[in-house]
């Protein structure tokens, strides 16, 4: 049955109706169709080479419990794949090496609208840093993260801002730029150092502490909570300030 039900997920239908063709992304696929393809988890050990043959140069070995997502597929004997760290090549198409764990790009959608939709409900709600995270009656930035997840899609994220920062690191691709968000990412930043760009010189990222996490909601705004004096929770832009604290951000819903 699970064989059935991958040959099926990955048909040529399917494969259409993402919008490939010939093995490339349609240009008048949407953004959430592009972002949103389907995905896979290595169930064998099998090569990652460099183009679709047998002789392909090899990148590297998948192990089984991967994570990748299919690009597109290449004739009937390989797939064109991403793994995890954005690392592109070549696997044979064989059941026995992957399982299909794709959902549609309209899931992902409504489970994203979801979140947010979650998550404004509550706009207003004051902020107390060690909020109680079993009651809604006040929030700190990470306790509203880990809420609306979980009450929206059921996904428990851990308790803090750096143990949810791990967490994307080890469950979704990076993101290190700003125009890379997707809606429903999580946002993560550094300490506030100060309000011009001078202050943020010669700081590499990678090696700050996460201080903050928010929800990317589109259109350039977060949604998130950082003081009591602020309102609560609240949308802001991500700009000045916080596009310069700006660490990196990561999909929940991948």
């Known amino acids: 049955m699970k064989k059935k039900w991958s040959l099926a997920l990955l048909s040529a239908a399917m494969l259409l109706s993402l919008g490939w063709t ?71 198409r064989l059941d026995k090496y992957v399982t299909v764990t794709s959902e549609s790009a309209a899931d992902r959608m409504n489970k994203i609208n979801l979140v947010i939709n979650t998550g404004s409900k509550y706009l207003g709600t004051p902020y107390e840093f060690g909020s109680d995270r079993d009651t809604t009656k006040t929030f700190d930035c990470s306790d509203f993260t880990r809420q609306i997840y979980k009450e929206a899609i059921g996904i428990t994220l851990p308790v803090d801002s750096r143990q949810q920062g791990a967490w994307v690191k080890d469950h979704s691709k990076v993101i290190t730029k700003i125009s890379d968000l997707r809606p429903g990412d999580l946002v993560f930043f550094m300490n506030y150092k100060g309000s011009s760009d001078h202050d943020y010189q010669g700081i590499n990222p990678s090696k700050e502490r996460i201080t903050h996490v928010a929800i990317y909601i589109g259109n350039g705004q977060i949604m998130h909570t950082y003081s009591a004096i602020s309102g609560g929770v609240r949308k802001d832009s991500l700009s000045g300030n916080w596009s310069r604290r700006f660490l990196y951000g990561g999909s929940i819903i991948n």
Do not use: C, W
């Not at 988890?41 to 047998?54: D, E, G, K």
């Open 22 to 92: 010939d093995g490339i992304p349609a240009s008048t696929a949407s953004a959430a169709e592009f972002a949103s393809e389907p995905s896979g988890t290595i169930q064998h050990r099998v090569y990652l080479r460099a183009t679709p043959s047998s002789d392909g140069e090899i990148i590297r070995m998948l192990e089984k419990g991967e994570k990748i997502k299919f690009v597109s597929q290449k004739g009937s004997n390989y797939y064109h794949v991403q793994t995890s760290e954005g690392t592109a090549g070549y696997i044979r």
